[in-house]
DNA sequence: GGTTATTGTTGATATAAATCAACGACAGCT
DNA sequence: AGCTGTCGTTGATTTATATCAACAATAACC
């Protein structure tokens, strides 16, 4: 181990963090090559934060930037009298708080126990400038953000309840667990957020979203273990309800 | 002009078009040195295009990215039953096309008469590879448009009609007339879209956005001359209505 | 320059989802 | 274990906007 001369105990802690980081493939970080995985982790610091955190207030000057290692974080924009749509939910390897402006023009908030790789302005603009893997990582996941705001633009403006929250469910939907199996069959979707959250995410209220939840698991398209925890019966039926082939 | 002898005539022609393109520092285009210019020119091609041209159809292989020099682009996605979400309208000095994917996730079509620079895709990832400041720029226009769209998603999910009126005519309204005056009198709105375009970008019915930008004008918030140029005469009071605070 | 198509406006009615209201099911707390 | 507050569900009613329908204004075209 070569390495471990050449930082302090503090910075070893840190690149093993790093080092053994499970969702780094998954993440802006695996722009960073194995053997610079020291400047990644002393460009960054681990932090744990309870469910309900604010990590990000609309309008604050834009210091930090987080990359989500564990649970997940609401994105959301308000209006002066309290209305608001969250934009996004950002899962483990998502990247969050990238802005042109120098303030935020939108706050995140933990859904659940969240666990975020917080890295300050001027790291930032650093690994960006040094790393170019980096930077190109970086774009492609704001533009995968983009087309994905994109797709929520056409469920907010076109879709009716049904369909959106379909969609929703869609979207959410674990990859079928690897068995020999076809895709059609008994899929789980984790829902850590509250019906509040679930409604301010669609542009609907928690009234619509329970009753619309309610009928898909009347119908038999879905079964309800908790409110957390729903599984898809029939994937083909969502997907076509999601699209607007609605059946009846 | 030691630069003359390097290059064919076509790719002069090229070069001089780049040279003298008023909108370059508007546009990704500025992250390229001035002295790289013939780079840029032979990277991109200029297309003149005529209104209701179709340039990007959802789902077909991301080949071409552009950047528009003239007049106005409508983005959009669509459902199959044919119901439309317009996600944006790129101006002057826009950079389109952009997907991780093999094919594009949205369609784009012209407003009106518009002259865009065509990249190909080989062209465009040289670019970004060699020239940073080029991939920098247009990281920080993916970012600038993910903030739009957040924006967007705000209004399609939480916001009356008379809002998502409002703050569209607040959002095209041009810079005031630089001359001496304050900002609350008689600035212009283009809007060369047509009434079903913007129905389907503020997630409305064209009935609706009628009888609201009517019921304007007749409060005297905005004067109409034709329909497609509208003049804000309470900037302010319009602000207010953007943002929910409706005094009636 | 008058005819035809397209685009925009206004009115009457229908409807999907919001609002108002009551209650049920948990989760946290002492 | 029993209380208390949050979160979710279900029902009754209202409402903003969609839909249906007719017409007006503008642009396109012989």
Redesign the interface.
């Known amino acids: 181990m070569p390495l471990r001369r050449r930082f302090t105990p503090e910075a070893r802690t840190d690149l093993h963090r790093c080092l053994v980081c499970e969702i780094r493939e998954h993440s802006v970080c695996n722009g960073i090559d194995d053997s610079e995985l020291a400047i990644l982790a002393q460009a960054s610091k681990r932090l744990t934060l309870p469910p309900g955190t604010a990590m990000i207030e609309e309008g604050t000057p834009a210091l930090s930037f987080f990359n989500v290692t564990a649970g997940t974080v609401k994105?959301f924009?308000?209006?002066?009298?309290g209305?608001?749509?969250i934009?996004g939910f950002a899962d483990v390897g998502h990247f969050l708080g990238?802005?042109?402006?120098k303030t935020y023009?939108?706050g995140a908030e933990t859904v659940d126990t969240v666990q975020v790789c917080r890295f300050l302005r001027p790291q930032l603009e650093t690994l960006?400038?040094d790393y170019?893997q980096f930077?190109?990582r970086?774009?492609?996941e704001?533009?995968?953000?983009?087309?994905e705001?994109?797709?929520?633009?056409?469920l907010?403006?076109?879709?009716t309840a049904r369909e959106r929250v379909a969609s929703f469910l869609l979207n959410r939907m674990m990859p079928p667990a690897p068995s020999g199996q076809t895709k059609t069959e008994g899929c789980l979707v984790s829902l850590p957020m509250t019906r509040v959250d679930i409604a301010?995410y669609?542009?609907l209220t928690i009234e619509t979203v329970s009753r619309t939840i309610s009928a898909l698991r009347r119908e038999q398209t879905i079964t309800g273990t908790d409110n957390h925890g729903i599984r898809v019966l029939a994937v083909n039926r969502l997907r076509d309800l999601a699209?607007?082939?609605d059946s009846r």
């Open positions: 994105l924009k308000s209006l002066p009298d209305r608001r749509q934009t990238l802005t042109t402006a023009s939108f960006l400038t170019p930077e190109r970086l774009l492609d704001v533009t995968d953000d983009l087309a705001a994109q797709e929520q633009m056409l907010l403006g076109r879709k301010d669609l542009g699209s607007g082939q």
